[in-house]
């Protein structure tokens, strides 16, 4: 199991890249403590929307990736198998293919600290073997 290392979702990075964000500084000390930041492609994709709005965060989001300051990893089709999988055996919580897709990513890279706002979803979900999901911020106002 990779220790250091931790899966952002969409919601900590908004958070991340927000000043404004009532969690900002939370998730800002707790991503950038982990030695590796991964960010799933599906995450890229839903968070370069919610910042439509906010090109510049989303210019200096492009430039950490490009200097290794995060881990883009691609989405690819066996991923997207297992995380359709994932969603379906958790269908009572409506995670969605990006929320699921994280889960995978957990199980295949044997990752399980995950920044993210959304509490009730994350807590509750578990891996093929088990194990529950570490969460690394308590947001004030978690999502759901």
Do not use: Q
């Amino acid at each position: 199991m990779n220790d250091d290392a931790l899966i952002c979702d969409t919601g900590a990075l908004l958070d991340y890249l927000t000043r404004a964000a009532p969690d900002h500084r939370t998730f800002r000390k707790a991503i950038d403590a982990a030695r590796t930041r991964y960010v799933p492609g599906l995450v890229l994709s839903e968070l370069d929307y919610f910042l439509r709005d906010s090109r510049a965060a989303m210019r200096a989001f492009a430039r950490d990736l490009a200097t290794g300051a995060f881990t883009l990893v691609p989405v690819v089709m066996s991923s997207v198998t297992r995380a359709m999988e994932i969603d379906r055996r958790f269908a009572d919580l409506d995670l969605g293919l990006v929320d699921a897709s994280i889960v995978a990513l957990a199980e295949e890279l044997d990752v399980v600290r995950v920044a993210t706002r959304d509490v009730a979803d994350f807590s509750a979900v578990r891996l093929w073997d088990g194990r529950a999901l570490e969460l690394v911020v308590r947001p004030r106002r978690p999502e759901r």
